[in-house]
């Protein structure tokens, strides 16, 4: 069975840079989740999407950050302008059912902003 | 949701039993206890989940005391690539039907040969 897919897996930008990320979750997985995880420490929720609907955006910083998720499959979240602070490792999750507490992880994007 | 602590850091050597503790003193009723273990450059891969009592799978196993107010993860006869990132996460499954899970800091293991 294929897993989460990421892409791209590395990118370097300057800050106020536009970037975006993509992530194809396990095929029949409803639920999709992006993380942000700075190093050093546990990946944080951004966005969670069940289909093609959010239901939970509450750490999304909204100013910078969009997230969508069309047709309730691939998903695309998109930083603009990037801050520093944004250096971190993006990771695209997907789960089977929700209530189960049981994700699957793509191996994630990382992103680096100069 | 329940805030868990869990130690920095823990040394080992191949060959023996690791045990985890995490402590979560405000465990709500509807939470569920589950473990991701995180290698490098890879996103965490989940390992256990329990909700009392005793769980055990193929990786390891999970004790959750009747309390419930704290849980170990023990991972029998260790090697050198179980040296990973192992955190505990409590969630309440059921609320706004979601899978809501807060990642700590977590606990690096470190297995010497």
């Known amino acids: 069975e294929a897993g989460v897919a990421q892409s791209p897996r590395y990118k370097i930008i300057e800050k106020r840079q536009s970037v975006a990320f993509w992530c194809n979750p396990i095929?029949?997985?409803?639920?999709l989740y992006w993380y942000q995880q700075i190093l050093g420490q546990g990946p944080k929720l951004l966005i969670q999407?069940?289909?093609?609907?959010?239901?939970?955006d509450s750490q999304l910083p909204k100013d910078r950050f969009s997230a969508e998720r069309l047709k309730g499959v691939d998903s695309t979240l998109k930083i603009q302008p990037a801050k520093l602070e944004d250096s971190a490792v993006y990771l695209c999750?997907?789960?089977?059912?929700?209530?189960?507490?049981?994700?699957?992880f793509g191996e994630g994007s990382r992103l680096t902003v100069l | 949701l329940a805030k868990t602590t869990q130690p920095i850091s823990m040394d080992s050597y191949e060959g023996q039993e690791v045990n985890i503790t995490c402590s979560h003193n405000?465990?709500?009723?509807?939470?569920?206890i589950t473990w991701y273990q995180q290698f490098p450059s890879q996103g965490p891969r989940f390992i256990i989940q329990?909700?009392?009592t005793k769980v055990t799978n193929e990786v390891a196993s999970l004790f959750i005391p009747a309390d419930r107010k704290s849980s170990t993860l023990s991972l029998p006869r260790v090697s050198l690539s179980d040296t990973a990132v192992y955190y505990c996460?409590?969630?309440?499954?059921?609320?706004?039907?979601?899978?809501?899970?807060?990642f700590g800091t977590g606990t690096r293991l470190q297995v010497f040969p």
């Open positions: 999750a997907s789960s089977l059912v929700v209530g189960t507490g049981e994700l699957f």
């Open positions: 095929s029949g997985h409803a639920t």
């Open positions: 999407f069940q289909n093609n609907g959010v239901v939970d």
């Open positions: 405000n465990i709500a009723t509807n939470d569920y």
């Open positions: 329990g909700y009392k």
């Open positions: 996460l409590v969630g309440d499954s059921l609320s706004y039907n979601t899978d809501k899970l807060i």
